[in-house]
């Protein structure tokens, strides 16, 4: 493990990557006794410099939840990290590619939480029982880490590669549809790139949330009435260029769309 003080120089190198838009050298490389612990640690160190600055947490976002992502690195259950109130983009405004450095996006069938949840014995019932709606969203990531050269506790440390969200307009009530048969495809300016289902995501989001609500518990956070949850996407990430416009198309749950200049 690293010491306190090595924790926050990682986190304040890692904070300013993200603000001058220079990627820094893969942490896992570099401090090979980084563990799990110590990059939670470092995310907190800039979830709170950031909170002190006049931001809101307003979610969180669960990554590396298909088997093939937890395969390829080398782990056995899925990460996550905050969403905050100034990371969401817009249907209606395209995003600016030059204020990320190597962005992507990602498909996800959104949560909306209507009640909190519990922490260290969170069920899927208590997931099911406190959804007032789910709803079409994409996940805008990107890597402060140079050319998306990641271990575990370099996504970890840098927010679980999260830069911002987007939700489409239509909200369904998880009585009136299937959470685990839900399909997915995204184009890229008319082109099909990617497609999926939603039991891509541990065979259940279901299954996804509650990990997270117990998950955060360890770490003195709950999830909240109001919070949007992400659970980890249908598809594979696909790169944003300048010009793109995707378009996730959701059955039964409608679409989103994410626009770059």
């Known amino acids: 493990m690293l010491s306190d003080a090595l924790r926050s120089e990682l986190a ?22 980084i563990d799990v612990v110590d990059a939670y640690e470092i995310q907190l160190l800039n979830i709170q410099r950031r909170l002190r600055s006049g931001a809101k947490v307003v979610g969180h976002k669960v990554g590396l939840s298909s088997l093939a992502m937890q395969q390829m690195m080398g782990v056995d259950e899925p990460d996550y990290g905050h969403l905050l109130a100034d990371m969401e983009v817009f249907e209606d405004v395209p995003v600016d590619t030059s204020r990320f450095l190597l962005p992507r996006v990602e498909v996800e069938v959104g949560f909306v939480l209507g009640e909190d949840l519990p922490g260290e014995d969170c069920t899927e019932a208590d997931v099911l029982a406190a959804t007032v709606a789910y709803a079409p969203a994409i996940e805008l990531i990107d890597s402060r880490i140079t050319d998306w050269k990641i271990g575990l506790a370099d996504t970890i440390s840098d927010n679980a590669s999260s830069a911002g969200w987007v939700l489409g307009k239509q909200r369904i009530a998880p009585g009136d549809i299937d959470i685990t048969a839900i399909d997915a495809v995204l ?12 039991d891509a ?21 709950r999830l909240k009435a109001g919070d949007i949850v992400l659970p980890g996407s249908c598809t594979r990430a696909i790169d944003a260029r300048p010009g793109d416009a995707f378009l996730a198309e959701f059955t039964g749950l409608g679409s989103v769309r994410l626009d770059f200049a």
Do not use: C, H, M, Q
């Not at 190198?13 to 220079?22: H, I, K």
């Open 187 to 198: 184009t890229r300016n008319g082109e099909v790139v990617a497609e999926g289902r939603s």
């Open 12 to 33: 304040d190198e890692l904070a300013r990557a993200e603000t001058d838009r220079v990627a820094v050298g893969p942490l896992v490389e570099r401090y090979p006794g």
């Open 201 to 221: 995501v541990l065979g259940d989001p279901l299954i996804a949330v509650a990990w997270l609500a117990r998950k955060v518990a360890g770490f003195g956070v």
